[in-house]
């Protein structure tokens, strides 16, 4: 059983790698430059919001206004804080949902966006981050070609901001490289780079965490030692020593696993 273990994730590493290297084309020349995008909105000038944020109820006060509660509601009353009104705008009591959101959405994105997708909001209770605008109704990015992650999706999903974040942390083995997530078939998504060497020379390596995931997903608690032989600080799938092989010239070949 070991033994076909072995083979079969040896065999998903060389399928992926050879795929990845036959797509590259020489395009890592023309790799634009990141742009990072502040939070926007649009807020207009009536008061759109149709929901509360994820940690508010709503509830209908006596005087018909609807309302977003932050504690238990309790019939017609707040028994905590009431943050916001979705009825009108800002009255003499409470500010305007849209108001408040612009503000709360500005801080979550901070605490929960990559920075090329820094505009945060919530839809029907998951949220989400954007790289522009949102619609004036602020669930939805202004634009449906907008690029967007889901917060909170894990691993198992490319598109998941936990992904995106990784990818902005994934340190490339040189300047000149391409990142990209890899889905697995429902297991952890792999991180991959593409990158040349001083020769101009491609190559390919996987973020060392993202295989770590992927193996222990497929093998179970167990997995280090089913793959003892997939050495991180000798194999040059990882691009920590592709990165000292290629680039450094600090590892010789005799002291890398191919």
Not at 245 to 253: S, W
Request: proline share 5%.
């Amino acid at each position: 059983m070991l033994i076909f273990d072995i083979l079969v994730f040896s065999a998903t590493i060389v399928v992926l790698y050879l795929w990845w290297n036959s797509t590259l084309d020489i395009t890592l020349d023309s790799i634009p430059p990141v742009v990072k995008e502040g939070f926007t909105t649009v807020t207009g000038t009536i008061n759109n919001i149709s929901m509360c944020p994820l940690s508010s109820k709503s509830y209908i006060d006596k005087t018909g206004d609807t309302l977003c509660c932050d504690g238990n509601v309790n019939g017609m009353e707040c028994e905590g804080k009431t943050i916001c009104t979705m009825s009108s705008l800002n009255s003499k009591d409470h500010e305007a949902c849209s108001t408040y959101l612009a503000s709360y959405y500005a801080r979550k994105g901070k605490e929960l966006c990559p920075s090329q997708l820094s505009s945060y909001y919530e839809n029907k209770g998951i949220s989400f981050c954007t790289n522009g605008s949102l619609a004036p109704t602020m669930d939805a990015p202004m634009s449906q070609t907008q690029r967007k992650c889901k917060v909170a999706g894990g691993y198992t999903d490319p598109t998941s901001c936990e992904i995106e974040l990784e990818l902005e942390k994934f340190v490339c083995p040189s300047p000149q490289c391409q990142k990209t997530a890899l889905p697995t078939g429902g297991y952890p998504v792999l991180l991959t780079s593409s990158f040349k060497d001083s020769m101009g020379m491609h190559h390919s390596c996987y973020e060392d965490k993202s295989v770590f995931r992927y193996l222990a997903a497929i093998a179970g608690p167990d997995w280090k030692a089913r793959f003892s032989w997939l050495n991180p600080d000798r194999n040059i799938l990882f691009c920590g020593v592709a990165k000292k092989y290629f680039i450094d010239k600090t590892l010789q070949k005799n002291q890398i696993d191919i």
